[in-house]
């Protein structure tokens, strides 16, 4: 197994200062996908994908042992106990990554999402997700129908009502990452977050990255108009923003928010800032090939380069000071570090 990113002093020095004593002994993390490299289909098939770019340079593989090296070496004196999907990329065989997600967290006990397709029938989702003891699916807007065009996919698109009925009818869980340009503001993503919680208020939504929030104006008025949608559950992988979470532990509390990494990239030496509305990724001259396919990246050189961390520990860190900041204890932290989960999870 190849070692990402290995760990240097500074890194270890970050985590006893910042996230050590903040967290509690048992941690939830719940977003994290495993995939094989003998799952890639070939570059070909890149194109048809609709998210980001960057996070395909995390890793080759992320294997489910990657997984549980990166949670020992990370967070060396916290269990960790991942809610596990596979890859949601149509450059990769899905079905053969579920199956190994499967097979592998049976083995150890952990929690996993099946990642379902909207053409599937409700009767075919309901077997399938029954079949595997998985808590309820993962969607992607990757397997939207690909004559809609990227910025016009919505939520719908990807997880159609005939499945909603079925995840609402058994009360499991759904993995949302929503998209359009305009993120967790967009004005036709909240009318249907809205929708979603008050027609289908038995499953239990989680909205991935704070809606992909990753400036304050992503937010717009957000918060304010899903207080309509009392039932969503908001996981912050992936977003490092402190004003962005402040907003939304101010305005959910600290019982509707799960805390989850988005591994493989947990594991990336990888900053980020924010510029004119938009997030930027710092990494290391030479870190990442490819990076200059993404206008998010940028690499950096000098001693802010040396000093780089984890993605995982400046998102937590980030939590951690907006939760200071709300007047949130320590046993809040538990709360968002496990215990909403387990409860979510059903994991006693
Ligand atoms: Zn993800």
Known sequence: MEIINPMEAHDREF??????????????????????????????????????????????????????ESFRNLFPDKKVTPLMFGKVSRAYDVQACTDYVIEECKRRDWPYLYVIRPQWSGEEVERRILASGAKGAKVYLNFSPMYIPSNEIRIFDFIPHHQLEVLNAHGWVLMLHIPRAGRLGDPVNIAEMIELNKRYPNVKT?????????????????????????????????????????????????????HGSDSPILRMRMGRTVENGEYV?????????????????????????????????YQIHAFIQAGLKCGLAKADFADVFYNNAAKLLDIK
């Open 15 to 68: 985590y006893e200062k910042h996230i050590r004593d903040w967290l509690p002994d048992h941690i939830i993390d719940a977003h994290n996908h495993a995939h094989l490299k003998k799952f890639y289909l070939g570059d070909a098939l890149y194109k048809q994908n609709r998210g980001a770019l960057w996070p395909l340079l995390a890793a080759e593989e992320n294997s489910i042992e990657n997984i549980e």
């Open 206 to 258: 989680i909205i991935a990255h704070i809606g992909r929030a990753y400036c304050e104006e992503d937010v717009a008025d957000a918060f304010e108009r899903l207080e309509e949608a009392p039932g969503l559950i908001f996981e912050f992988s992936a977003n490092c923003n402190q004003a962005v979470m402040e907003k939304m532990i101010r305005s959910v509390g600290s019982k509707r928010i799960i």
């Open 281 to 313: 990724n710092l990494v290391r001259k030479g870190d990442y090939k490819g990076i200059e396919l993404d206008p998010h990246m940028r690499e950096i050189e000098g001693s802010e380069a040396d000093n780089l961390t984890y993605f995982t520990y």
